[in-house]
Nanobody, 120 residues
Framework: QVQLVESGGGLVQPGGSLRLSCAAS????????MAWYRQAPGKQRELVAA???????NYHDSVKGRFTISRDNAKNTVYLQMDSLKPEDTAVYYC??????????????WGQGTRVTVSS
């Protein structure tokens, strides 16, 4: 199994920046896609940004131009640089990874979540 350890959440004022990190443990799985999701109170979890192993990225329309997802394949780590934060970005952010192993096949994994609060 893959364990995902997130860090970097916190309280920030509107217009500020935060950087989230998520490291995947070594586990015998090949990680091929990593992503960040978020869930605001009373809302469904939504995809914020994703990056494939080859570097292809995609973003939710609401964060395009403000957030940047990147990954370090050697470290199995994904980052989310969040700039120009808005109060509506307030949510719990979850790291997600899709992996494959010869023993278990394709599986998806989730981190425990890190809270981001944008408020003055």
């Amino acid at each position: 199994q893959v364990q995902l350890v997130e860090s970097g959440g916190g309280l920030v004022q509107p217009g500020g920046s935060l950087r989230l990190s998520c490291a995947a443990s070594e586990s015998g799985f090949s990680i091929y896609a990593m992503a960040w999701y978020r869930q605001a109170p009373g809302k469904q979890r939504e995809l914020v940004a994703a990056v494939a192993s080859g570097g292809t990225t995609n973003y939710h329309d609401s964060v395009k131009g403000r957030f940047t997802i990147s990954r370090d394949n050697a470290k199995n780590t994904v980052y989310l640089q969040m700039d120009s934060l808005k109060p509506e970005d307030t949510a719990v952010y979850y790291c997600n990874a899709d992996g494959f192993s010869s023993n278990y096949g394709k599986m998806g994994f989730w981190g425990q979540g890190t809270r981001v609060t944008v408020s003055s």
